[in-house]
């Protein structure tokens, strides 16, 4: 009986630890969200007030934007194809290959461009932000802009900002070319479908309203792992493992979030479209 | 009417949680014009307390008092203006590590010196740099070119771009050799000595050093001024601790 009792008593406890460690995360989960918020737009203003950091921001869009061609561009090519050839498989069961075009356009123009987008630039770029402020915390040169009189959140953050917003529609539109462009070379010239039906069904199901709705959707993906990335690496602390847990969490949190606002990206644009008659 | 004070401070409190205090009803008064050492075992609140000098960090009561103006009240230019007004050398100098030695100089004055011209503000740097004793080779390194006592040379130097009235040193030897150590105190004392009228300020473990640089000489224990004075006031002190923090870091060395 007295056994009993005591296991009773353990399975309650656990029953009520797990309930209070989802808590605690949820708890965690909105702190650190309110405070990357805070954060987000207190950096963000700071973009239109004087001295305006131009030369900042021409560097980081070299470094968010052309640095990330080569891989943008791999990765589109490849995805385009690979895309397209198992589309192909299926609707070739249901002799229905005339479909294969405007499928793997809609599919890359309203998910997968900007979703594929978001995630390689922010492993890349992302991942870099955050190593890079981490570093510049823990080995002091954040507090000797500070020390300095120079505001380190328009100086390092607000930059990088709008870098990363104004970036990623650019290389989504990349993307975008790159994988229709495999698209094409796959379909056309290896599967041997007919060349003038898969532009005119791309051109007769594609419409510009769907490019936009991508290149929107890599704007706020861009503000988010800019956002995380640049929070976690400004506020590191603990000298070469927390330059690490930042670039981690910071990398980890970016890709998560794109993929979870993606969804609900996709349905508010679908809940608009609905609303505003569109079709 | 002419300061006499550089720094004021009056029952400062800091608290971090809100429970336990770093600093813990601290009142200080560090004269103008000389340098003043502040010495104290780990943990007793001396890098917070010249975080709070330099106004990275708010206090939780008490106020404090830079060069006369109230540095918890300030409002966002007015701490811009304040903060060119003091110079730091910090532990590992800082320094940015995708500039140059020279645009490392030039960075601050670039700043806030915006009708200057590039020229001038480079010969402005390249002076600096020679006055903290860097040869010109080493202008184009990249920080992690130099030696310990280079980029404290450089820090230095960047320090002091743009003129400060205080220099604050925030463990300038720690982690150095000797020699290094001693080099790094000699250059304190020719830069207080070239610049008539600055105040410097030198957070420091190093016993010998805070003797040696320091005419006025400040301990802190638990938050607290424990005692503050010339050196014969602390050789003469029969306070049971600074006698063991004295004994302790003399035989040491």
Redesign the interface.
Known sequence: MKSWLVLRTKINDSIDDFFLSIWNFIILFFTEAGRIVIFFFDSAQLIFVK?YRFEEFIKHMEFIGNKSIMIIVLTGGFTGMAMSYQIYLGFNLVNATNLVGPTVALGITRELGPVLTGLIVSARAGGAMAARLG?MRV???I??L?????DPKQFLIAPRLLAAIISMPLLCGVFDFVAMSGSYLLCVKVLNLDEAIFWDKIQLWLNPRDINEGLVKAAVFGLVFAAICTYRGFNTTGGAKGVGDATNSGVVNSMVLIIVINFFMTNIIGFYYKVMGIK | MELINAVEIKDLKKSFDGKDYVLNGLSLTIPKGQITTIIGFSGTGKSVLLKHI?G?IHPSSGWIHVLGKDVTTMSYDE??????R?G?L???A????DMTVLENVC??MV??R?NWGISEIHNIAAKKLKESGMEEKHFQKLPNELSGGQRKRVGLARALALDPDIILYDEPTTGLDPILTEMVDNLILSTHESRQGSTSIVVTHDLHAAFRIGSFIVMLDKGKVLLQGDKNTFFNSEIPLVQKFLAKGFKRD
């Open positions: 001295p570093t080995s002091e040169q507090d000797a500070e020390v300095m009189g120079i | 330099l990275l701490t811009i203006d304040f903060r060119c003091l730091v910090f532990q590992h800082a320094l940015f590590d960075f601050p700043e806030h915006r």
